[in-house]
């Protein structure tokens, strides 16, 4: 997340960037919206590192955000849209299948489109979305499968896969960074497809950072995002 971070200041050289993390990692978002505020800024636009309107972005953030606004005289937050879906993404995650050596005009192959998952049926329908797009689009056959919370999981998407005529498979990331449910997507995909092409998260590709700039832009302009003041 550090690293795409630089890459947006690349691509952006006049915008102040900052990292903030929901949990597990520092700083957080209340450290990093207060530090803002004792550097003097009152206007803060928060872009979600989230592939989806899952809980940490229905839920989570703008939790946080409420509480540290409530407590900041005239700070306003505005909170920007999540960064998925979005086609420069899917490009990112095709791109990484077949810098892997998959190969899409194969028929013979399988592909698994993992993501996260959720108790929220909605994101998993848009991960399910995109994956029967890819599966019109190319010879491949393409199915869904999540890490958590939600159903199919990769053994049961790829049982799937093979009743329609897959004989080899590879798994495409839908997550921005590796971490424990890429690596337990990974494990999961070895044991019901030994050898099966694990494809590398979206990371720090500038399409990435374009789509964080796209987010930003449309939030400034009221195109998108929530505003929260205190």
Known sequence: MRALADVVRTRSPGADVRVAFLDLSAP?????????YAEGHRHVV????????????????????DEVTGSLPRLSVTVADVLGPD?????????????????????????VLAAVGSSH???????ARI???????????????????????????ITRLRAHGARRFAVASWFFAPGLLPDRIGASAAEVAP???VAAPL??????????????????TGAAGTVRTA
């Open 28 to 36: 957080s978002v209340g450290d990093a919206l207060a530090g803002l």
């Open 87 to 111: 086609p420069l993404l899917e490009e990112v995650a095709l791109d990484r299948l077949a810098a892997g050596g998959a190969d899409l005009a194969d028929p013979d192959l399988g592909v």
């Open 46 to 65: 928060a872009v979600p590192l989230l592939l989806g309107h899952a809980y940490h972005a229905r839920v989570d953030l703008p939790a946080l955000v």
């Open 203 to 220: 990371g720090t590709d500038p399409r990435v950072a374009a789509v964080v700039l796209d987010r930003y832009d449309e939030a400034l």
């Open 131 to 157: 994956a029967r797009g890819w599966d019109g689009r190319h010879s491949a056959r393409v199915a869904a499968a999540f890490a958590s919370a939600a159903r199919p999981d990769v053994p049961a998407a």
């Open 121 to 127: 049926d909605a994101a998993n329908d848009v991960v």
């Open 195 to 197: 050898g099966a092409l």
